[in-house]
């Protein structure tokens, strides 16, 4: 699993030089829309069949979960699961975090995971078993225990908004409780900054697979723990994310789930 990590850590950082070029002379006029502030570029695309066509040398057969549909899932054992251009809207204006997003999952087990923050030249990675490393040095997550201690991260709902007062109350919750709330714009760059102790958690909802299972295994390769709303597991697949240090998970995932959950 090292080697093969090592592997993709190469196609990552390919895909992500293809992608630092292209930034320098970008065409606004060749963005499309997939949704309301939901943007895809040729730039996704290009890198997605870049990163895709790669992974295939590494583990021939394996099947494929990828935001920008390059290639599909067909019952394999050994999925892959891509963005290829996390935080596109970012990238489009120039302003960072964007990044590359690789996990591998092994039925539905999350077995490694990559992510290269591009504009920092930072790529975070770790496989099931390893600790979980930054450009080669080991990262672990924060030791703070309560929400007066933490610098919280999100991301805001767009498209069709759901949640919207469930999310403000919870923003407002620790804008007065926390040492702040920051939205960067790339979930994979959330998780890793989690894992390395810069934030000590991150809640969002709506997200898609290929948002969040590379950042989840370096999570909790760095000690962290990752849930949905109610405590579960079903993070990959449900949307719902709440992950932060082992010491304080209970107590964010508590502040999340009353104002979601909360009896109406």
Not at 22 to 33: A, G, P, S
Not at 178 to 205: C, I, P, Q
């Amino acid at each position: 699993m090292e080697k093969i990590c090592q592997e993709v850590i190469a196609i990552a950082k390919t895909a992500g030089a293809f992608i630092e070029h292209e930034r320098t002379n970008f065409d606004l006029k060749r963005v499309e829309l997939k949704g309301k502030a939901n943007f895809v570029s040729y730039v996704d695309k290009m890198a997605e069949e870049m990163i895709v066509e790669g992974l295939r040398k590494i583990l021939p057969g394996s099947g494929f979960i990828t935001e920008e549909g390059t290639a599909f899932e067909s019952g394999e054992k050994y999925r892959w699961v891509i963005d290829p251009l996390d935080g596109t809207t970012n990238f489009i204006h120039g302003a960072p975090p964007y990044a590359v997003s690789i996990g591998l999952l092994e039925d539905n087990d999350i077995v490694l995971g990559v992510v290269y923050e591009i504009s920092r030249d930072e790529c975070f990675y770790a496989w099931k078993g390893s600790n979980a490393m930054l450009n080669g040095k080991v990262i672990h997550v924060s030791e703070a225990t309560h929400t007066e201690e933490a610098l919280i991260v999100t991301g805001f709902p767009y498209g069709e908004v759901k949640n919207t007062d469930e999310f403000i109350e919870t923003i407002k919750y620790f804008m007065a409780q926390s040492h702040g709330v920051r939205r960067l714009g790339s979930a994979a760059t959330d998780l890793s900054y989690v894992a390395a102790g810069r934030f000590e958690a991150f809640w969002e909802v709506g997200l898609s697979p290929w948002d969040v299972a590379a950042g989840a295994l370096i999570l909790r390769q760095a000690g962290g723990i990752i849930t949905d709303f109610r405590g579960n597991d079903n993070f990959l697949f449900s949307g719902e994310i709440v992950a932060a240090n082992k010491n304080y998970h209970k107590e964010f995932l508590s502040v999340i789930e009353n104002n979601y959950y909360k009896p109406k």
